[in-house]
Structure formats: C-alpha cells, structure tokens
T-cell receptor
Framework: AQTVTQSQPEMSVQEAETVTLSCTYD???????LFWYKQPPSRQMILVIR??????QNATENRFSVNFQKAAKSFSLKISDSQLGDAAMYFC?????????????FGAGTILRVKS | GAVVSQHPSRVICKSGTSVKIECRSL??????MFWYRQFPKQSLMLMAT?????????EQGVEKDKFLINHASLTLSTLTVTSAHPEDSSFYIC?????????FGPGTRLTVL
C-alpha cells in the first residue's frame, strides 16, 4: 500500500518570503498523480497544485510550484512571496492510477503560519 | 468550475437520532464521490467511496449500518448517520471526482448531545 509522509508538523514564514513544505511517498507504481491541498481555518479543502508522474516538468500555479523528484519519491511545495492568506494546513496526497476508484492517500499535514 | 456543496454546514442532534448530510456537485457530474471524517488538526480519514447507481464501498472499520451512503444521481450523494452517539461527533467532508482530481465540499460539523 502507498504511504505519504509529511515530516514537518508546523512551519513558519515571514510575509513576502519563500517557504518549502516537504512530502515524500512510497509506491511501487510508475504512473500516479500527486496533489497539494490547502485547508484554511474555514476547513474548506482547496486544490493548490497537481502533478502527473509521467510529466518531468514541475507543475506551477502562480506563486505555488513543486519540486517533483520521482526517483527520490519526493514532492515538495514551494510558496513564493508568502501572503497572510496562505496560512493554512497543507496536505500532500497521492492517487494511484492502478487502483480503481480515484482514492487519495493523504499525508498527516503541515500547519503553515505566516508572520506579518 | 468544480464546485461541491454540502448541507447542512452544522448540525446538532440528540443521541439516538439520525442525521442526513447532502453532498452535491454543482457544475459537473460525478460518478464517484467520497466521504471523509476529520478530527481537529488531523488528516482526512476516508470512510467510504460512493458510486452512482451502486452500493458504496466502505473502508475497513467503518460500520456500514451506522453510516448509510446513497448516491442516487450523478450530482448527489448522501450520508446518513443512524442512531448517532456522542462519539460520532466530528467534521464530515465529502468530495466529488472530476476526471483525475477530487474537489471537496465545505464540510459538515456534527455535534451529538
């Protein structure tokens, strides 16, 4: 079974600076999807970014980018020019392409605090 | 696009009663929806996968008779917590799958007195 590990329970960043959240995963599959979701205090889960494993190019969405290292099974999220609204819990998630049903395997989450 | 709604957002009920939570995909059709439970500052725990027109698939340890799931249409799934007890108090979140991505509802906070 696949597992997702987020080793940083909490992180802090100064407003306007850059922060990187780490995520590693364990799988024997070659094709899969990886996601970062954000859960602000409202508790609404919001998709931040998505990466297909067959794509070598790292996904980017405005201030959010990933560093996808397939061989190392690492999928870190970089937030540039951090804003107060980025404060949230961030979850890394894995989705198998082999297993039917579109299920996600989540990491434990990282709480990001943004200091003004 | 890809908006998922959940109703109600909060519900308080007495022990022994049943509560129904609705999950709707507003701008897309979802063959598959998911129900999660989340405790404070913890990750999401998948309870069951709901497939339109067929029986839900429950995760190990989830009581099928307590958490009834119905996926009657391509835009609606419901979770009914039957004979609720205080230990069922939690935050319940649904999601709907559009192609390869899950989109989440805003969640329902259930409090059982």
């Amino acid at each position: 079974a696949q597992t997702v590990t987020q080793s940083q329970p909490e992180m802090s960043v100064q407003e306007a600076e850059t922060v990187t959240l780490s995520c590693t995963y364990d799988t024997s599959e070659s094709d899969y999807y990886l996601f970062w979701y954000k859960q602000p205090p409202s508790r609404q889960m919001i998709l931040v970014i998505r990466q297909e494993a067959y794509k070598q190019q790292n996904a980017t969405e405005n201030r959010f980018s990933v560093n996808f290292q397939k061989a190392a099974k690492s999928f870190s999220l970089k937030i540039s020019d951090s804003q107060l609204g980025d404060a949230a819990m961030y979850f890394c998630a894995y989705r198998s392409l082999m297993e039917y049903g579109n299920k996600l395997v989540f990491g434990a989450g990282t709480i990001l605090r943004v200091k003004s | 696009g890809a908006v998922v709604s959940q109703h109600p957002s909060r519900v308080i009920c007495k022990s022994g009663t049943s509560v129904k939570i609705e999950c709707r995909s507003l701008d897309f059709q979802a063959t598959t929806m998911f129900w999660y439970r989340q405790f404070p500052k913890q990750s999401l725990m998948l309870m069951a996968t709901s497939n339109e027109g067929s029986k839900a698939t429950y995760e190990q340890g989830v009581e099928k008779d307590k958490f009834l799931i119905n996926h009657a249409s391509l835009t609606l799934s419901t979770l009914t917590v039957t004979s609720a007890h205080p230990e069922d108090s939690s935050f319940y979140i649904c999601s709907a799958a559009r192609t390869d991505t899950q989109y989440f509802g805003p969640g329902t906070r259930l409090t059982v007195l």
